[in-house]
């Protein structure tokens, strides 16, 4: 059975950074793409980014691109996000995921298993 894991949120002032980390069992991890969605309080749960299995292709939403980045370490079966110049608009739950393939996927139902998700708390 796969299991994620998440770590590494918290609360932070705006214009700081955290990292998560979302660590992976149960499954070969290289063969799979992983992906970060966040929910805020009263929203729906959206893409924020996502990599390829290999590792070798990312894509962000467009309210990240250039403040997040994307990464894995197939070695430790681990999936990060790097969170930088944080907004109060940054506030969520963030939920690790992993996909069916190993092709970089931004929906939902490209998703097969899903962590339990990390708050995010920026604060203005």
């Known amino acids: 059975q796969v299991q994620l894991v998440e770590s590494g949120g918290g609360l932070v002032q705006a214009g700081g950074s955290l990292r998560l980390s979302c660590a992976a069992s149960?499954?070969?991890?290289?063969?799979?793409?992983m992906g970060w969605f966040r929910q805020a309080p009263g929203k729906e749960r959206t893409f924020v980014a996502a990599?390829?299995?290999?590792?070798?292709?990312?894509y962000y939403a467009d309210s990240v691109k250039d403040r997040f980045t994307i990464s894995r370490d197939n070695a430790k079966n681990t999936v990060y996000l790097q969170m930088n110049s944080l907004r109060p608009e940054d506030t969520a739950v963030y939920y690790c995921?992993?996909?069916?393939?190993?092709?970089?996927?931004?929906?939902?139902?490209?998703?097969?298993?899903w962590g339990q998700g990390t708050q995010v708390t920026v604060s203005s």
């Open positions: 149960g499954r070969t991890f290289s063969n799979y793409a």
């Open positions: 995921a992993e996909a069916r393939l190993a092709r970089v996927a931004v929906t939902e139902y490209e998703y097969v298993n």
């Open positions: 990599i390829s299995g290999s590792g070798k292709s990312t």
